[in-house]
């Protein structure tokens, strides 16, 4: 039998830390972002610090990665010699990226499983960092396959947002409307619920106690769980996102990894310069 040679594919509001996507090849195809000048492709021609300092100007728009770039990235994998491919998606509830890809995936010579992660930003990267590190253990494409949708269905994010404005302006608000009050100062908590929507988990007046809220969340969700990975992820705010991941640590030492990396401009637009994500990924 021919031998598997697996690649992974995320797409650009995975959050994937840089220093992690470099160091196991994985393949990233971006969304679009639109200001009044140009389109941009997310991470590529456009960083989250560009982004973030031209937003207190002009909030811009998303979109799905373009047929030609998804085109492109499948070509590439090929010609680099793999014979399948992995491909986690930020949530179908949220963009049409996980239609995209998986449309043109029924046209590759390679065989792609693409797996829908209900999650957004680290959320769903947390999956693609999952299945590179089944990939090293040696498990085959339909272990990893099994492994890794198992895991996304066991697993959860978490964003902390200073402010609705931009998840209002976006279009996003979805359920999270109901609970608009900033001239109350009041700070959501917000995550995907099961088929990978926003809604809010938890609000609280003021930064300190939503804060302490946020983490509380997390310690719920971990539970008795033993084995599990943790991420942070941030927007326009690495102090706040540091003392968290101090906080994890700390509270976490049994946490097999705990990555950190910022958030993807793509997420960044719609969910606002200040946004701190925290993913759960359950291994057991």
Same mark, same amino acid.
């Given at each position: 039998?021919?031998?598997?040679?697996?690649?992974?594919?995320?797409?650009?509001?995975?959050?994937?830390?840089?220093?992690?996507?470099?160091?196991?090849?994985?393949?990233?195809?971006?969304? #679009?972002?639109?200001?009044?000048?140009?389109?941009?492709?997310d991470r590529i021609s456009i960083s989250p610090e560009e982004v973030y300092?031209?937003?207190?100007?002009?909030?811009?728009?998303?979109?799905?990665?373009?047929?030609?770039?998804?085109?492109?990235?499948?070509?590439?994998?090929? @010609?680099?010699?793999?014979?399948? +491919?992995?491909?986690?998606?930020? !949530?179908?509830?949220?963009?049409?990226?996980?239609?995209?890809?998986?449309? =043109?995936?029924?046209? !590759?010579?390679?065989?792609?499983?693409?797996?829908?992660?209900?999650?957004?930003?680290?959320?769903?990267? #947390?999956? /693609?960092? =999952?299945? @590179?590190?089944?990939?090293?253990?040696?498990?085959?494409?339909?272990?990893?396959?099994?492994?890794?949708? %198992?895991? +996304?269905?066991?697993?959860?994010?978490?964003?902390? %947002?200073?402010?609705?404005?931009?998840?209002? +302006? /976006?279009?996003?608000?979805?359920?999270?409307?109901?609970?608009?009050?900033?001239?109350?100062?009041?700070?959501?908590?917000?995550?995907?619920?099961?088929?990978?929507?926003?809604?809010?988990?938890?609000?609280?007046?003021?930064?300190?106690? @939503?804060?302490?809220? =946020?983490?509380? #969340?997390?310690?719920?969700?971990?539970?008795?769980?033993?084995?599990?990975?943790?991420?942070?992820?941030?927007?326009?705010?690495?102090?706040?996102?540091?003392?968290? %991941?101090?906080?994890?640590?700390?509270?976490?030492?049994? @946490?097999?990894?705990?990555?950190?990396?910022? +958030?993807?401009?793509? #997420?960044?637009?719609?969910? /606002?310069?200040?946004?701190?994500?925290?993913?759960?990924?359950?291994?057991?």
């Amino acid at each position: 039998m021919k031998e598997e040679k697996i690649a992974i594919l995320v797409d650009s509001g995975a959050d994937i830390p840089k220093e992690f996507m470099e160091q196991e090849h994985i393949y990233m195809v971006p969304i #679009l972002i639109t200001f009044s000048d140009t389109t941009y492709l997310d991470r590529i021609s456009i960083s989250p610090e560009e982004v973030y300092e031209r937003m207190e100007t002009e909030i811009p728009t998303t979109a799905t990665p373009s047929g030609g770039s998804i085109q492109d990235i499948f070509e590439q994998i090929k @010609a680099d010699g793999y014979t399948h +491919v992995i491909s986690t998606t930020i !949530s179908s509830g949220l963009s049409g990226t996980y239609n995209a890809i998986k449309t =043109f995936a029924k046209t !590759s010579p390679l065989k792609v499983e693409v797996i829908d992660t209900k999650s957004v930003g680290i959320g769903g990267g #947390l999956a /693609g960092i =999952f299945a @590179a590190n089944l990939i090293k253990e040696g498990n085959d494409f339909g272990e990893i396959v099994t492994k890794v949708q %198992l895991a +996304v269905d066991e697993s959860s994010v978490f964003f902390y %947002l200073p402010t609705l404005h931009y998840l209002q +302006v /976006g279009g996003r608000i979805g359920r999270v409307s109901g609970i608009m009050g900033n001239l109350l100062n009041i700070k959501p908590i917000i995550s995907c619920d099961e088929n990978g929507i926003y809604y809010p988990v938890a609000k609280a007046r003021g930064e300190k106690a @939503a804060l302490k809220k =946020f983490l509380s #969340l997390v310690d719920d969700k971990i539970g008795e769980t033993e084995h599990f990975d943790l991420a942070v992820a941030y927007g326009n705010n690495k102090p706040l996102a540091e003392s968290m %991941l101090k906080e994890l640590k700390e509270n976490y030492p049994n @946490a097999e990894h705990i990555y950190f990396g910022d +958030v993807s401009p793509a #997420l960044g637009v719609h969910a /606002g310069p200040g946004v701190i994500g925290i993913g759960i990924e359950v291994l057991d």
